[in-house]
């Protein structure tokens, strides 16, 4: 993630001790700071969980190519719970319980119940269209500290990607009765030629609304996604550019929205470019911390990891045709810790791997290359250059690619 409200704007939040390695100079009344690690590198991963896969909607970009049927084999409670008691053994920061669409697995409240009783914070990935008042209201009860609500642009624009008529209606009120209850509620679009025009509405939207975080997701071309994946570099600039000066503009007006985009960590060297250009003092000071940070290179297999519905483990929730073991076998702990795991080795050693113009970009310190399964779908080895860079060859120095 590129936390674009501290990175362009200085707008701390209790994460920027995960992710850059700073403890927070003030506090914002809303969540405690992670712990601060050693460096990225040694960081706990925070783990997705897609407890289910099943789901209510089908969307056009579903990782998990979804759908509203039962599939067989997900891990059942007490299995769950062995699980948990292991992430809290392991000392995870975080457990992103999703899907599928998570408010179809009966057992979520007490799975996130036991979590919390274990140490473990819990955030919930939702689409937001069975988030009834009673269900809001007991989200807030557990204590979840965040819950994203997938929204892809306006009325017209969501029931299209959400694959269901009436979908926008439903999430919209889902949000409402989330902030409601008091509970800390987000936005998810993923970044699309269909979407990035929507970015002016949703951030109307959120402000008229009252939502305090957002995070724009690069397109990654797994499951459904591959049917509309596509690279406009011109469109994603005109984005994250959007993205950027709305930012801005609402912090300093005192909003107090958290920004993020994720899944293209070439936006990192982008805010930093950008600062540059404008003459800002802390260009420099942001630089150090998305270098802190590396990008791709601390994340995949080593920041962030998921767990399936049927209990395989996976570098990250895109990366499905890949299996690095089962919990149902070994625990986690021993499967994210296995120096013998090949994918793991290689991902944790990336910069001897990955090639390419991503490995002579001057930045590849600060990016790490992006998202390696990005690579791996569209050119069929994950240590080419990430197909999605919308940086220039004079941006990143590279020449005669």
């Known amino acids: 993630m590129i936390d674009v409200g501290y990175l362009y704007a200085g707008k701390e939040s209790g994460s920027v001790s995960h992710r850059y390695g700073v403890l927070p100079k003030t506090g914002n009344g809303e969540e405690h700071a992670y ?15 897609n407890i289910t896969r099943s789901c209510n909607l089908r969307c056009l970009h579903c990782y998990n190519d979804s759908s509203a049927k039962r599939y067989p084999g997900e891990l059942t409670t007490q299995e769950a719970k062995i699980v948990i008691d292991d992430l809290a053994f392991f000392k995870v920061p975080a457990i992103l319980f999703s899907g599928g669409e998570p408010l179809l697995r009966a057992d979520l409240f007490e799975l996130a119940q036991y979590a919390h009783s274990k140490g473990i914070r819990t955030t919930l990935s939702t689409n937001g269209t069975l988030m009834t008042e009673p269900i809001a ?3 807030k009860k557990e204590k979840f500290s965040y819950v994203g609500v997938s929204l892809d642009g306006m009325e017209q624009v969501h029931d299209h990607f959400r694959g269901v008529k009436g979908a926008f209606g439903r999430t919209v009120q889902g949000i409402r009765n989330l902030v409601q209850a008091g509970q800390k509620t987000g936005l998810r679009l993923t970044l699309t030629s269909y979407t990035i025009n929507q970015i002016d509405e949703l951030f109307d939207f959120i402000e008229r609304e009252g939502i305090r975080r957002v995070c724009f997701y690069h397109l990654v071309p797994s499951g459904r996604g591959k049917e509309i994946f596509a690279i406009n570099t011109e469109k994603t600039r005109y984005g994250i550019n959007r993205i950027l000066a709305r930012t801005k503009a609402l912090l300093e007006r005192g909003y107090p929205l958290e920004v993020l985009t994720v899944d293209n960590h070439a936006d990192g060297p982008y805010v930093y470019l950008k600062l540059k250009e404008e003459k800002n003092p802390r260009a420099e000071e942001v630089y150090q911390r ?27 929730q895109f990366w499905t045709d890949d299996s690095l073991g089962n919990v149902r076998e070994k625990p986690f702990s021993e499967i994210w810790t296995d120096p013998r795991e090949p994918l793991l080795q290689k991902l944790r050693d990336r910069s001897n791997y990955v090639y390419g113009r991503c490995r002579a970009c001057q930045f590849f310190s600060a990016c790490g290359g992006a998202l390696r399964i990005r690579a791996k779908v569209v050119t069929d080895d994950p240590w080419h250059s990430d197909p999605a860079c919308y940086l220039t060859n004079e941006e990143v120095n590279v020449h005669g690619e």
């Not at 712990?35 to 969980?49: D, E, G, Y």
């Not at 998305?290 to 767990?307: D, F, K, M, P, V």
């Open 35 to 49: 712990p601060l690690p050693a460096s990225a590198s040694s960081r706990r991963p925070i783990v997705v969980w």
């Open 137 to 139: 209201q007991a989200i």
């Open 290 to 316: 998305i270098a802190w940070n590396g990008g791709g290179l601390y994340s995949s297999g080593i920041g962030i990891a998921c767990i399936d519905s049927q209990g395989n483990v996976h570098p990250d």
